[in-house]
Each structure stands twice: as C-alpha cells, then as structure tokens.
C-alpha cells in the first residue's frame, strides 16, 4: 500500500469514529517526530503494540481485502498465562461495504465483535475439526449478545448496529459491511496479532507499505523500525 492511502484512510477512519460518538486517545494523534520524542515515556503503548493498524493483507486491493484497525488497550501474555492481570484487549475496526476481512480463527482469543454503529456487519462461520483446523462441514456455537445460536457451516450471522457475538478460537470466521461501511468494537483476550490469526489461505496479516510521502501518524508494524 502507498504511504499516501495509508494517510487518506486513517483520516477517514477517524471521522467516522467521531461521527459514532468515540475519540481515539491523544497520542493517536501524535506525528512520528513526536512518537519518536516520547518514546520512552510511551514504551507501553510501543510494547503493548497499541496504535493504527491499517492491512490489505498483503494482496495490494485494499477496498476488496482489508481493514481498519485501532488497538485502545492490550494486556500481557504473562499475566493471560498466570490467570491474573490484564488479561484483556480493546479495538476498533472498520469493515467498508463489501470488503472482505478472509476466514480465520485464532489459538488463544476469544472475543466480542461489536456492531457498533453504521450498516450491517456480517460474519460467515465456520467450526473446527478434531486439530483446530478449517472444516467445510463442521458448525458450532456462538453466543449473540448472551444468547445461545447454534451454526451450520458456511452461515452468515448478520449483526445490526449494538448487536454482538462471542467467538471463540476454533470459531473459524470471514466478516464484511452490507450495505455500507460499519463501526465495529472488538473486547478480547490478550491480543497478538503476529502469531495468534490462523488463516484458512496463505496470506500476510501486514501491508507492505511504500513510502511515496511521510507517514501522518505511526501503524503499530512501524514501531519497530521508526523507533529503534
């Protein structure tokens, strides 16, 4: 992906963000010269890796494979592996209309995706087989707002604005907007989004970014090389 659409969608995201009644946290806003300023004094934000977070998943069409990201908060594996602590995540994402997040599940997150505001949002699912791997005639059960749904492979769980579904790994899942882009919430488990998405086809989790301008603000997959 440029560098340029990189910009021109995170100023769109928080738009629409503001539009829905959130404001990210003041160092969303900060430029890479100040990041790199407060650098230390940010060292949670860096290590926790939370910030921006715009993919195309590596296949260069953003608009019909992609999605916005923003990671509010996201605990320690530690503290996840000792049972106490800050064993959870906070993220808003935004899937434009039609445009596909691919099936996936994940080994160790649980989470609530959130309609939060917008069209609909629509999950296909898919369960597991004995090993955890994608099963073309294996359903399951989620949870929708507290209430029991059972699924059969290849449904499609359409959720309105302040609708919400618990996945859990093993829940294999594509999701997309109907009918117009959708705000969405996800509440999870610790987040590791470099290890922890398994899937189905082979494909990268990160952009690869070329940098016809400078970036506005930092993605997180920046960190590492912005602020060494």
């Known amino acids: 992906m440029k560098r340029s659409r990189i910009n021109d969608i995170m100023t769109q995201a928080d738009e629409m963000i503001r539009a829905h009644g959130f404001t990210l946290p003041p160092w969303a806003y900060w430029t890479p010269q100040e990041f790199s300023a407060r650098k230390v004094e940010a060292a949670e934000v860096i290590n926790a890796r939370n910030g921006w977070d715009i993919t195309d998943y590596g296949k260069g069409d953003f608009d019909k ?31 434009r209309q039609d445009q596909l997040s691919p099936m996936h599940t994940h080994v160790i997150k649980a989470e609530d995706i959130i309609n939060r505001g917008g069209a609909t949002l629509v999950i296909e699912l898919f ?8 099963a073309e005639d294996a359903g399951g059960t989620v949870w929708c707002d507290g209430l029991k ?25 594509a999701f997309w907007g109907e009918g117009g882009d959708v705000l969405i919430g996800e509440v999870s488990t610790v987040n590791d989004d470099e290890t922890d998405n398994i899937f189905r086809e082979p494909i990268g989790r990160f952009a690869d970014i070329e940098e016809d301008v400078d970036p506005t603000h930092l993605l997180v997959s920046d960190y590492r ?4």
């Open 65 to 95: 494979l992609g999605l916005f990201l923003f990671t509010l908060r996201n605990g320690r594996l530690a503290d996840l592996q000792r049972g106490g602590g800050m064993c959870y995540a906070e993220k808003l994402l935004i899937s």
């Open 127 to 134: 369960g597991s087989d004995a090993d955890g791997n994608f």
């Open 149 to 173: 749904r059972e699924y059969a492979p290849g449904d499609k769980l359409k959720l309105a604005p302040g609708e919400s579904v618990t996945l859990m790994p093993g829940d294999w899942h």
């Open 225 to 228: 090389t912005w602020l060494a």
